[in-house]
Nanobody
Framework: QVQLVESGGGLVQAGGSLRLSCAAS????????MAWHRQAPGKQRELVAR???????NYADSVKGRFSISRDSAKNTVYLQMNSLKPEDTGVYYC?????????WGQGTQVTVSS
C-alpha cells in the first residue's frame, strides 16, 4: 500500500511562487511514474507535470517554463516548483504515482492565486 501526502498549497498573489511537496509512504524506487494533476472548479482534472523513470519529464503546455517537477528518492518526496503563478493556476493539486499496475492518488492541496 502506498500513501501520498501533499503539502505546500496556499494563497498567493499572481506572479508569486509556491513549492508543493508529495511525501510517499513507500519507496519511490519502484514508482516509475510520479506526477501532479490539478482540478479547477467546474473543470476536469488535468495533468500538470510528470516524471517518468526518475528522469524524463513532461509538462502541460500551460505551465511550461513556469513549473518544474523533481524528485528526491532519498526523502521519498516529489516536488512541484511553481513560479510566475497566474489566477488560472488556481485549483486542487493532486499527487499521483504508478507502481506496477496500481495507481495512487493523494488527498490534494488547494492552490489559490489572486489577481
Amino acid at each position: 500500500q502506498v500513501q501520498l501526502v501533499e503539502s505546500g498549497g496556499g494563497l498567493v498573489q499572481a506572479g508569486g511562487s509556491l513549492r508543493l511537496s508529495c511525501a510517499a509512504s513507500g519507496s519511490m524506487f519502484s514508482m516509475h511514474v510520479m506526477a501532479w494533476h490539478r482540478q479547477a472548479p467546474g473543470k476536469q482534472r488535468e495533468l500538470v507535470a510528470r516524471i517518468v523513470s526518475g528522469s524524463s519529464t513532461n509538462y502541460a503546455d500551460s505551465v511550461k517554463g513556469r513549473f518544474s517537477i523533481s524528485r528526491d528518492s532519498a526523502k521519498n518526496t516529489v516536488y512541484l516548483q511553481m513560479n510566475s503563478l497566474k489566477p488560472e493556476d488556481t485549483g486542487v493539486y493532486y499527487c499521483y504515482a504508478v507502481r506496477g499496475s496500481f495507481e495512487y492518488w493523494g488527498q490534494g492541496t488547494q492552490v489559490t492565486v489572486s489577481s
